[in-house]
């Protein structure tokens, strides 16, 4: 008798050859939650820990080509979209996910690396606004990235606007919740805020941990990924994949000269007891 298969998630992302960030993450998370990892490359990078030199985006008929093929193929749990690489590439995307509307589509809206690299120029900004956000469960922007997302038109209101203001502006371009990540606030904790339905649902405070880690956001809407896949409501998702980033994050590590890299795997090496219950999406540590 067959073993009964884990859930598949659908990553489309570019590659990172460091692992830190992008399609390795994605991979490493999904699997760490007891998740079956499937992938579509939507371009190519230069980059180490420290930053990114170049994107190669892929021609946007591959990446259709890539999608459209295992999607015949696998039935999919969740979508998660990280770096699309081109304007073509998230038409072609947004066109995919139309036909996939019952497939819950996360978003983590790259625009610059941790180092502060431009990964996505005005018009991709735009096109994701108008086709992919409307398609949205849910999009996972950091303090920065919401602000330059809901003020695009308005530049002298971007460092003024409150990130209420900015997650109401967001939920009206049709996204039905907003993440926004507190790292690159000033402030003792880090706070992550969850909206929807065009309110405010709730505040998670975490422990500011030391250093500058590559991956965070790769890591932890992935992980809300995989819960969702496992089952999980929205709100279940977003504290377990919290507790899980965190802990990754407390676990990281530096294997080269720039930043730190979260430990995806830290429950296979931690000291600690740590229960991983697959069959729910949950994991703890003890």
Avoid at 67 to 76: F, P, T
Avoid at 219 to 240: K, N, P, Q, R, Y
Wanted: glycine share 8%; with cysteine.
């Amino acid at each position: 008798m067959a073993n009964q298969a884990p859930p598949s998630v659908l990553t489309f992302a570019g590659t990172d050859p460091s692992g830190g960030a992008g399609l390795q993450a994605d991979i490493l998370t999904f699997a760490s939650i007891g998740c079956h990892p499937l992938s579509v490359v939507t371009a190519i990078t230069v980059q180490d820990t420290r930053g990114v030199d170049s994107i190669l985006a892929m021609d946007s008929d591959w990446v259709n080509d890539q999608a459209r093929a295992i999607l015949e193929d696998v039935q999919v749990a969740a979508f998660k979209l990280g770096l699309m690489g081109s304007v073509e590439n998230i038409a072609v995307i947004a066109e995919i996910m139309a036909d996939y509307p019952d497939v819950p589509l996360l978003i983590d809206p790259i625009l610059t690396s941790g180092r502060g690299d431009d990964l996505a120029s005005d018009d991709m900004m735009d096109a994701m606004i108008e086709l992919l956000f409307p398609q949205a469960t849910l999009i996972t922007p950091n303090s920065l990235e919401a602000r330059r997302l809901a003020f695009a038109d308005a530049e002298d209101e971007v460092a003024l606007s409150s990130l209420d203001e900015s997650a109401s502006r967001l939920l009206q371009m049709g996204s039905e919740y907003v993440l926004i990540t507190g790292t690159h606030e000033r402030s003792l904790e880090v706070t992550n805020t969850l909206y929807g339905e065009d309110k405010f649902i709730k505040a998670y405070k975490w422990e500011r941990l030391a250093g500058s880690y590559h991956g965070s956001g790769c890591t932890l809407t992935s992980a809300i990924a995989a819960c969702i896949a496992h089952g999980l409501s929205i709100e279940e998702a977003v504290m377990e994949a919290q507790e899980y980033t965190w802990q990754t994050l407390k676990n990281g590590f530096r294997p080269g000269m720039g930043q730190f890299i979260p430990d995806r795997m830290f429950w296979a090496r931690d000291e600690e007891e740590v229960v991983v219950d697959n069959a729910d999406g949950s994991i703890k540590a003890h």
